[in-house]
């Protein structure tokens, strides 16, 4: 949880385990945690504009209620912004986690970038599944509910493409997850036997992992003694997300596609991977225009920061 000003600064920020799931005591923890920020800065809760929450599952942002959510599983229709209203004597609004993210991301794209103001984003947030986030004008798009499920755009319609738990096969997240990537490995170790990879003692004492993979790949200072296996499948994993960034933008026509999550820890020589590979396949009418890949900045702050900026314009 953090305190955010206006501008979108943060001016302090802590992490509050919840003992309970129950309702009321996340309440509780909530707004105990609320005045603790408040205090720390030297402020009181009066100069607080609102408090922004955001929680994952099903919510009903108009009317602060959280419908269903996995984590929480006693919660049905909880009223969690008139009860953080109540506890703190001050608006609350609410928002899904995934898109607090992205507004959260956005938002720090808009008043960090040169030139600022982006108006135009997609966030994909690689970690254990493949999610995002898309903004469009300035604001959150979300469709029916689902808009950004950029992870269950299909990548792959061979007989061999992967199935996914969503029920389709060849999925972006079974490519570009950190499962996807352990997996890709895998086949990769399978197919080439003879191939001399610091991989495969990893795989064979079950330490095979996702950022192994990249230190393999992209760790080595010295090109000569790159892991080729390794390399290759990242290189084919940054292809792949080049591909479905780019189908992406042709629909969207987004300035700047920011990439998050636990796998895009792998950090500059990766992104840069992933841009290389976009600026190959971009196409020849629109030269003038250079999507630009950046790594997200803002890692688990990002989902207050969205929560904050929702409030802010709710607010107003
Ligand atoms: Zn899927």
């Not at 809760?45 to 006693?74: K, R, S």
């Not at 993979?213 to 994993?237: H, K, M, Q, Y």
């Not at 629109?286 to 314009?313: C, E, P, S, Y």
């Amino acid at each position: 949880m953090g305190l955010v000003t206006t501008e979108g600064d943060i001016v302090k920020q802590g992490i509050r385990p919840f003992p309970t799931r129950e309702l009321q005591d996340v309440v509780s923890q909530i707004a105990q945690g609320v005045q603790e920020l408040v205090q720390d800065a030297g402020i009181t809760l009066q100069q607080v504009m609102a408090v922004g929450v955001c929680a994952p599952g099903l919510v009903d942002q108009e009317h602060g209620i959280v419908n269903q959510a996995a984590n929480f599983p006693t919660w049905s229709d909880a009223p969690l912004c008139k009860l953080l209203s109540d506890a703190l004597g001050c608006p609350a609004y609410l928002e899904n986690d995934a898109s607090a993210a992205a507004i959260g991301e956005w938002w720090r794209a808009s008043t960090s970038q040169p030139g600022g103001g982006v108006k135009h984003m997609a966030l994909i947030t690689l970690g254990t599944g493949v999610g995002g986030g898309l903004i469009v004008d300035g604001k959150l798009v979300a469709g029916m509910g689902m808009a950004g499920e950029v992870g269950h755009t299909i990548v792959d319609i061979s007989d061999t493409a992967r199935p996914c738990g969503c029920g389709q096969k060849g999925c972006l997240e079974q490519y570009a997850s950190a499962p996807g990537i352990v997996a890709s490995a895998k086949q990769a170790l399978s197919e080439h036997p003879e191939a001399k990879s610091q991989l495969r003692p990893l795989l064979e004492s079950n330490n095979l992992s996702c950022d192994k993979i990249f230190a393999a790949a992209l760790g080595a200072t010295d090109p000569t003694e790159r892991d080729e296996l390794a390399f290759s499948v990242v290189n084919r994993t940054c292809h792949i997300l080049a591909q479905s960034i780019l189908n992406l933008v042709r629909v969207l026509d987004s300035e700047i596609i920011v990439i998050g999550g636990g796998v895009s820890d792998a950090g500059a020589p990766f992104i840069s991977l992933i841009q290389q590979h976009v600026d190959r396949m971009w196409w020849d009418i629109k030269r003038a225009h250079k999507l630009r890949i950046v790594q997200a900045q803002l890692g688990n702050a990002a989902g207050f920061m969205g929560a904050a900026k929702t409030a802010l314009d709710r607010a107003c």
